[in-house]
């Protein structure tokens, strides 16, 4: 595995352990505005914030731990996208951040070696249907 693809997941892993785990301890400051409004709407939903970081946290405990990388990749993929829209429409002082996570992700899912190639199955156009295999028992 290459430098720059090790240090890429890690900070990756990082940042998603990071703000999942400081969801549950720290209290957010207070929010106004659009972002206020978005915030509260969340909020109200009583769920939306624990599965989110939730799932952010175990997405960052993947990629830290290398197991199950690309599916953590795909995962976080709308949850990327989203931080970048937010920050792009609500909340233009943490675009910077949601830049540099968005690069993460691109390098990570795109263009490194070790992943990249997991990833772009997905985009297949057809997928041909391997032949049953005799492997798996038969049930009764």
Same mark, same amino acid.
């Given at each position: 595995?290459?430098?720059?693809?090790?240090?890429? +997941?890690?900070?990756?892993?990082?940042? &998603?352990? !990071?703000?999942?785990?400081?969801?549950? &301890?720290?209290?957010?400051?207070?929010?106004? !505005?659009?972002? !206020?409004?978005?915030?509260? !709407?969340?909020?109200?939903?009583?769920?939306?914030?624990?599965?989110?970081?939730?799932?952010?946290?175990?997405?960052?405990?993947?990629?830290?731990?290398?197991?199950?990388?690309?599916?953590?990749?795909?995962?976080?993929?709308?949850?990327?996208?989203?931080? &970048?829209?937010?920050?792009? &429409?609500?909340?233009?002082?943490?675009?910077?951040?949601?830049?540099?996570?968005?690069?993460?992700?691109?390098?990570?899912?795109?263009?490194?070696?070790?992943?990249?190639?997991?990833?772009?199955?997905?985009? +297949?156009?057809?997928?041909?249907?391997?032949?049953?295999?005799?492997?798996?028992?038969?049930?009764?």
């Amino acid at each position: 595995m290459s430098k720059v693809t090790l240090i890429a +997941r890690l900070l990756l892993g990082f940042i &998603f352990l !990071g703000a999942g785990i400081s969801f549950f &301890f720290t209290t957010p400051p207070p929010l106004e !505005g659009a972002m !206020g409004d978005f915030f509260k !709407g969340m909020m109200a939903t009583q769920y939306f914030f624990y599965l989110l970081k939730g799932t952010e946290i175990t997405c960052g405990l993947l990629l830290l731990s290398g197991m199950f990388v690309p599916l953590a990749l795909v995962v976080l993929a709308p949850i990327i996208l989203n931080i &970048f829209l937010v920050h792009s &429409f609500l909340a233009v002082e943490g675009l910077p951040l949601a830049l540099v996570i968005g690069v993460l992700e691109i390098y990570l899912a795109i263009i490194s070696k070790e992943y990249s190639p997991v990833i772009k199955l997905l985009f +297949r156009p057809k997928v041909e249907h391997l032949p049953p295999s005799n492997k798996w028992p038969k049930s009764a």
